[in-house]
C-alpha cells in the first residue's frame, strides 16, 4: 500500500484547518487502518496488531502485542500427553477469560523476555512487513480511517463546545427544515429549534446570527448543539457583553422573567455600594439597554433593583405602577398590593403582562386591588396564571350633563324662535 507523502501530508493540513483535528489523531487513524488491513490479510483470530507508520519516509512497521498474564487472569486448559487439551466443565461462576497464544503470555515467560515484566504489561514482538493487501482488506482499511475520523472530529468539537456551553454563540444561518434552523459555527452545526426561536424574528439563510449554547449532547451520530433565542440567560449573556460591571461579577444579575419578543423583567444587585446596578445595565443615555433590546428585535426590558426585603421587591417588580402598600402571607406564599384607582390598569399591564412577569420574577403568588370602590382585581400565581376579577375600566362617554349649559345648551335667537 503506497503513500503519495506530498498528498498525504497536504490532505492533513487541510482537515487539520477545516475539521480542527490534530495531525496525531489523523496519523493514528491511519496506523490503526493500516493495522487492522494487516490484520484481515495475514493476522490469526485474537491477534493484537500495530502499526507504525513514518509520514517522513512512508515505511510501516507491524508488531503484535502480547499481554503478560497468569492463572489469576485467565483459564489455562489442560492438556493430554499427546498435546490434545482436555475438555472441561466450566464453573458458571468463573468469570475468567480463556488462554490464548496469539493474545496472551503468561508471566514466567514474559520474564524470560523482559526481566521486569509485569502483570498485565505488553510485551512487543515485530512483524514481518507486507506491502500486498487485498481488496478487502484495503476496504478495511478505509472504513477505520473514516470511522476514526468522524471519532477525533467528535471528540474536538466536544472539547471545544463543552466549554462555551452557557455562553453565546455566533453562526450564519445555513437551512430551515421543519421549522429549526440549522447554523453553521465554523468547524460544526447548531440547531435552533422551532420552540427556542422569538416569534417576532424571521431568519434566512446566509444571515449572521447570534444564540445562546443551552445544550451540548453526545448521541451515537455525533454532538448535537442545541440554540435558543428565548431563554432567560440570553438576555443576561447579552448584558454581560454590554455591560462591564455584569462580565466582572461585581453587578450581579439575580432574577430573569422573559416573555419572548415582548417584555422581560430583570432583577440586578450590585455588590459595590458605590455602583449603581440598574444605572450600570441601563447605561448612559439608555445605550446598553438599548443595545440588548434591539438584539432582541425589540422586546422591551425592565431593570429593577432587588432587594432582600420581599414586600419592597414585589413593589419595585410591579414598576411603572406606584404601589401604595404590600402586605404578606408567608403561609400561602401571596402578597396582597394596594394601588390607587388610576393606576390598578398599569400595574396589571396588558393583557395582566406586569403582574405576570412581576409574579415571575419574585416567586410570589401575586394579589393586586385597588383602592376606589369599583376597583379590578388581578392575581398572578408561580405559574404565570392571571384571573381578572373585573374587566379593565372604559373610557367613560361624554354626556351632555358633564359638558356643562355653556357647550351644550347653548343657542341661538334665531333657533329659539323657530322651536317656538
Not at 188 to 202: A, C, F, H, K, V
Amino acid at each position: 500500500m503506497n503513500f503519495d507523502l506530498k498528498t498525504l501530508r497536504s490532505a492533513l493540513d487541510q482537515m487539520g484547518q477545516e475539521k480542527g483535528i490534530s495531525k496525531e489523531k489523523i496519523l493514528e487513524a491511519i496506523e490503526t487502518a493500516l493495522a487492522a488491513a494487516y490484520k484481515k490479510e495475514y493476522g490469526k483470530k485474537g491477534q493484537i496488531v500495530r502499526a507504525r507508520f513514518d509520514l517522513d519516509t512512508g515505511n510501516t512497521e507491524f508488531s503484535q502485542v502480547k499481554v503478560v498474564v497468569d492463572e489469576s487472569i485467565v483459564r489455562i486448559p489442560k492438556e493430554d500427553e499427546d498435546g490434545e487439551e482436555i475438555e472441561e466443565e466450566r464453573d458458571p461462576e468463573d468469570m475468567r477469560t480463556r488462554f490464548n497464544n496469539e493474545h496472551h503470555i503468561l508471566l514466567d515467560d514474559a520474564k524470560l523476555i523482559k526481566k521486569d515484566a509485569q502483570l498485565e504489561d505488553e510485551i512487543v514482538f515485530p512483524l514481518e512487513t507486507k506491502e500486498d493487501y487485498g481488496r478487502i482488506a484495503a476496504q478495511t482499511a478505509k472504513q477505520v480511517i473514516i470511522q476514526k475520523l468522524r471519532e477525533a472530529e467528535k471528540s474536538t468539537t466536544l472539547e471545544e463546545f463543552g466549554k462555551k456551553e452557557g455562553e453565546i454563540v455566533s453562526g450564519i444561518v445555513q437551512r430551515v427544515e421543519r421549522g429549526n434552523i440549522f447554523v453553521d459555527l465554523g468547524k460544526t452545526t447548531g440547531i435552533l429549534p422551532y420552540e427556542e426561536q422569538n416569534s417576532r424574528e424571521r431568519y434566512r439563510p446566509g444571515e449572521r446570527i447570534r444564540c445562546y449554547l443551552y445544550k451540548v449532547e453526545e448521541t451515537p451520530r455525533g454532538i448535537n448543539l442545541r440554540l435558543s433565542r428565548t431563554h432567560p440567560k440570553f438576555v443576561e449573556e447579552l448584558f454581560k457583553i454590554e455591560a462591564p460591571e455584569v462580565a466582572s461579577g461585581v453587578v450581579e444579575i439575580k432574577a430573569i422573567a422573559r416573555e419572548p419578543g415582548s417584555r422581560s423583567k430583570m432583577a440586578v444587585h450590585s455588590t459595590d455600594p458605590h455602583i449603581d446596578p440598574v444605572g450600570s445595565c441601563v447605561g448612559q443615555r439608555g445605550v446598553r439597554v438599548s443595545t440588548v433590546m434591539s438584539e432582541l428585535g425589540g422586546e422591551k426590558i425592565d431593570v429593577i433593583e432587588w432587594s432582600e426585603e420581599p414586600s419592597k421587591f414585589i413593589a419595585d417588580a410591579l414598576s411603572p405602577a406606584k404601589i401604595l402598600s404590600v402586605s404578606l402571607k408567608e403561609d400561602e406564599h401571596r402578597a396582597d398590593v394596594e394601588v390607587a384607582e388610576q393606576d390598578l390598569s398599569l400595574a396589571i399591564g396588558k393583557g395582566g403582562q406586569n403582574a405576570r412577569l412581576a409574579a415571575k420574577l419574585t416567586g410570589w403568588k401575586i394579589d393586586i386591588r385597588g383602592t376606589g370602590p369599583e376597583a379590578s382585581a388581578e392575581e398572578a400565581s408561580e405559574e404565570t396564571e392571571i384571573e381578572k376579577t373585573e374587566p379593565e375600566e372604559e373610557a367613560p362617554e361624554v354626556t351632555t350633563e358633564e359638558v356643562g349649559p355653556t357647550e351644550a345648551s347653548e343657542e341661538t335667537p334665531e333657533e329659539a324662535e323657530t322651536k317656538e
